[in-house]
């Protein structure tokens, strides 16, 4: 026992480097080795390691409190928290119900919709709609909206049943289709799924706006969710985003909704929220269902023991500040052309990269034995995982992204780095990112892969 670890990491009995500290887009580990964060960790860092106006906000507030609870005490952070996030979030979602994650924030999402339609006397409607190739957390409750098919495999059995609708994932078509002839078949699903269903028992449609860890990075054609809208709106269906990965910036616009200018009526938050310096996330909710459950129960029948704890809020609220005064998301959109550039001119290198796609600093390689055919590797091979290794050893963090529509498909990774990056920064991961993809296509070959 002497010297094994007692913490449980994710992969037990591999080795991880010990981490020391974290500046800017940098991270050090205790043995001096330098890593460039462009995962931003989990696509979390968004404004990077060790800004100290967040480590004296981080102070201030420990030296006040920490923990209040909140059926006892409201408290300044979370209040001045949710005011600000009110006023950023688009469209009547005026509302927060803060969390520690963002599969809570999923969960009190599931939870507030279908407590909505309960409290207006339409108990039945209280089945959710998701996406295959989606990721909305690790709970059950979350993992049971989530098309992540690795990731339920395991807990299938203890899993909801909930229905899912076909990803709009131009480049591996479930369809077999090519946009735009193919009329969007994707989002015309979610309407025959609702009338199979019957809309009396559908409470709400859930999605990711850019999928992120089951897909890449996968961006929807541009009318798609004009369409979706259209179709909740005709059967009384609410709109959850989950914006935990895409929020605060990170594609280029506080919230990537924007984009496409659809209003949810629940938005859940996390990773950017508080730029990974406390852990916090939370549930975003319309004005229409506050008030609708205000006249009725008045409670809402979720939280945790640290929801809502002034460190955290004020940590949140500091970097909201931070964000407010640098505007990283103008940097995301700005450099969004440049990444484009430089990871199409990868790809035209490398055939192994089928293909890119991406907002703001929020990209998608997609690795494929063969960009005319698009054929995934078989999952044994581990292609994702060997990539990410690579780009490792070579001083680069990027984010596995694998689980495609059947488990067996789908090797992708993600490039976001902390949305501060400089663009001399950008080109240096570039650089080293095409090192790696050149050095894995040669591997892949070697191995009989290509
Ligand atoms: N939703 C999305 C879109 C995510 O990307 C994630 C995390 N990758 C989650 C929910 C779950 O968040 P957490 O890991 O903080 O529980």
């Given at each position: 026992?002497?010297?094994?670890s007692?913490?449980?990491?994710?992969?037990l009995?591999?080795?991880?480097?010990?981490?020391?500290y974290?500046?800017?887009?940098?991270?050090?580990?205790?043995?001096?080795?330098?890593?460039?964060?462009?995962?931003?960790?989990?696509?979390?860092?968004?404004?990077?390691?060790?800004?100290?106006?967040?480590?004296?906000?981080?102070?201030?507030?420990?030296?006040?409190?920490s923990?209040?609870?909140?059926?006892?005490?409201?408290?300044?952070?979370?209040?001045e928290?949710?005011?600000?996030?009110?006023?950023?979030?688009p469209?009547?979602?005026?509302?927060?119900?803060?969390?520690?994650?963002?599969?809570?924030?999923?969960?009190t999402?599931?939870k507030?919709a279908?407590?909505?339609?309960?409290e207006?006397?339409?108990?039945?409607k209280?089945?959710v709609?998701?996406?295959?190739?989606?990721?909305h957390?690790?709970?059950?409750?979350?993992l049971?909206?989530?098309?992540?098919?690795?990731?339920?495999?395991?807990?299938?059995s203890?899993?909801?049943?909930?229905p899912?609708?076909?990803p709009?994932?131009?480049?591996?078509?479930?369809?077999?289709?090519t946009?735009?002839?193919?009329?969007?078949?994707c989002?015309?699903?979610?309407?025959?799924?609702?009338?199979?269903?019957?809309p009396?028992?559908?409470?709400?449609?859930?999605?990711?706006?850019?999928i992120?860890?089951?897909?890449?990075?996968?961006?929807?054609?541009?009318?798609?969710?004009?369409?979706?809208?259209?179709?909740?709106?005709?059967?009384d269906v609410?709109?959850i985003?989950d914006?935990?990965?895409t929020?605060?910036?990170?594609?280029g616009?506080?919230?990537?909704?924007?984009?496409?200018?659809?209003?949810p009526d629940?938005?859940?938050?996390?990773?950017?929220?508080?730029?990974?310096?406390?852990?916090?996330?939370a549930?975003?909710?319309?004005a229409?269902?506050?008030?609708?459950i205000?006249?009725?129960?008045?409670?809402?029948?979720?939280?945790?023991t640290l929801?809502?704890?002034?460190?955290?809020?004020?940590?949140a609220?500091?970097?909201?500040?931070?964000?407010?005064?640098?505007?990283?998301?103008?940097?995301a959109?700005?450099l969004?052309?440049?990444?484009?550039?430089?990871?199409?001119?990868?790809?035209?290198?490398?055939?192994?990269v089928?293909?890119?796609?991406?907002?703001?600093?929020l990209?998608?390689?997609?690795?494929?034995?063969?960009?005319?055919?698009?054929?995934?590797?078989?999952?044994?091979t581990f292609?994702?995982?060997?990539t990410?290794?690579?780009?490792?050893?070579k001083?680069?963090?990027?984010?596995?992204?694998?689980?495609?529509i059947?488990?067996?498909?789908g090797?992708?990774?993600?490039?976001?780095?902390?949305?501060?990056?400089?663009?001399e920064?950008?080109?240096?991961?570039?650089?080293?990112?095409e090192?790696?993809?050149?050095e894995?296509?040669?591997?892949?070959?070697?191995?009989?892969?290509?």
């Amino acid at each position: 026992m002497a010297n094994k670890s007692h913490l449980i990491k994710p992969l037990l009995g591999a080795t991880y480097p010990e981490v020391a500290y974290g500046k800017g887009i940098y991270l050090y580990d205790s043995d001096g080795n330098r890593y460039l964060d462009g995962a931003s960790g989990a696509v979390t860092a968004n404004i990077g390691h060790g800004v100290t106006e967040i480590i004296q906000a981080m102070k201030e507030q420990a030296e006040k409190i920490s923990f209040v609870y909140r059926s006892q005490f409201t408290n300044r952070p979370a209040e001045e928290l949710a005011e600000k996030l009110a006023q950023i979030a688009p469209g009547d979602l005026d509302y927060v119900f803060f969390v520690n994650s963002g599969s809570e924030a999923m969960e009190t999402a599931l939870k507030i919709a279908i407590q909505y339609w309960q409290e207006i006397g339409k108990p039945q409607k209280n089945r959710v709609i998701s996406r295959w190739t989606s990721y909305h957390g690790i709970t059950l409750g979350a993992l049971s909206m989530s098309g992540h098919v690795l990731r339920r495999n395991r807990f299938s059995s203890l899993l909801a049943d909930y229905p899912a609708v076909s990803p709009p994932y131009c480049y591996q078509c479930p369809f077999y289709e090519t946009y735009p002839s193919c009329g969007m078949k994707c989002a015309n699903e979610l309407e025959t799924a609702i009338q199979r269903i019957g809309p009396e028992n559908v409470a709400a449609f859930i999605f990711e706006p850019i999928i992120g860890a089951a897909g890449g990075a996968i961006v929807p054609p541009e009318p798609y969710y004009a369409k979706i809208k259209e179709i909740c709106d005709r059967y009384d269906v609410l709109l959850i985003a989950d914006e935990v990965m895409t929020g605060f910036g990170r594609t280029g616009k506080n919230f990537a909704m924007e984009h496409w200018n659809v209003e949810p009526d629940i938005m859940a938050l996390g990773k950017g929220l508080s730029g990974g310096y406390t852990p916090i996330g939370a549930t975003m909710v319309s004005a229409r269902i506050i008030d609708t459950i205000e006249r009725g129960s008045k409670v809402i029948m979720s939280g945790h023991t640290l929801s809502g704890n002034p460190q955290s809020a004020a940590v949140a609220l500091a970097v909201l500040d931070y964000m407010n005064l640098h505007q990283p998301g103008e940097n995301a959109a700005n450099l969004e052309s440049f990444v484009e550039h430089e990871l199409r001119t990868i790809a035209s290198h490398y055939p192994v990269v089928g293909d890119i796609r991406g907002k703001g600093l929020l990209w998608g390689l997609e690795l494929v034995t063969n960009p005319e055919t698009k054929e995934s590797f078989p999952i044994h091979t581990f292609v994702t995982e060997r990539t990410v290794k690579k780009c490792f050893e070579k001083g680069l963090i990027v984010y596995p992204a694998v689980g495609g529509i059947n488990g067996t498909s789908g090797d992708a990774i993600i490039i976001a780095p902390p949305l501060t990056i400089s663009k001399e920064e950008m080109k240096m991961l570039m650089k080293i990112l095409e090192e790696a993809i050149a050095e894995i296509s040669h591997d892949l070959d070697h191995d009989g892969l290509l």
